[in-house]
T-cell receptor, first 114, second 108 residues
């Protein structure tokens, strides 16, 4: 199956700093990438959808200025959590799609803001 | 707002039994349905996809889809302790929308 690589797997940062998470599709061109957030014992909540070369579409309630998404190429999307606060601590997961037939997930990033 | 509903459980079954997981969805126009398994602290892994009404079998797993009832289910036969995990139902539109997941516990 297709491989989606997400990095880093774990990150601890100080409150007020920014953190960048990368998501790469290694063996296919991902026309669309998705970013999810998962709190403990909760389901995956879609944060935003990004198409290569265009602005991301954010779900209701997700601050676009706080969660910056860049999808500059067909194999790379990044999520930057700006001015992170402890309430941003969560498990962030990216997903890449090949035209909506299948959805491949990255390994996830555990963000802890202290 | 598209919704996917699952019973959060926990669902407890003894080893060797059949585990039955259920899911309903709100968007009648949905065409693609997926079951994922997620272990604690890990990313979801795809178990099965189903697109047509009826049953789809893959090893110990059977997915069932009834579009008229907007209902998807997953049966796990001969349940093993290693099947203990959270099972997520997902429905595809422009993105995958997930249910809250059902926690399955298989006791040996």
């Amino acid at each position: 199956g297709a491989v989606v690589s997400q990095h880093p797997s774990r990150v601890i940062c100080k409150s007020g700093t920014s953190v960048k998470i990368e998501c790469r599709s290694l063996d296919f061109q991902a026309t669309t990438m998705f970013w999810y957030r998962q709190f403990p014992k909760k389901s995956l909540m879609l944060m935003a959808t990004s198409n290569e070369g265009s602005k991301a579409t954010y779900e209701q309630g997700v601050e676009k200025d706080k969660f910056l998404i860049n999808h500059a190429s067909l194999t790379l999307s990044t999520l930057t959590v700006t001015s992170a606060h402890p309430e941003d601590s969560s498990f962030y997961i990216c997903s890449a799609s090949d035209r909506g037939s299948f959805f491949f997930f990255g390994q996830g990033t555990r963000l802890t803001v202290v | 707002q598209k919704e996917v509903e699952q019973n959060s459980g926990p669902l407890s079954v003894p080893e060797g039994a059949i585990a039955s997981l259920n899911c309903t969805y709100s968007d009648r126009g949905s065409q693609s349905f997926f079951w994922y398994r997620q272990y604690s602290g890990k990313s979801p892994e795809l178990i099965m996809s189903i697109y047509s009404n009826g049953d789809k079998e893959d090893g110990r797993f059977t997915a069932q889809l009834n579009k008229a009832s907007q209902y998807v289910s997953l049966l796990i036969r001969d349940s093993q302790p290693s099947d203990s995990a959270t099972y997520l139902c997902a429905v595809a539109g422009t993105a995958l929308i997930f249910g809250k997941g059902t926690t399955l516990s298989v006791s040996s």
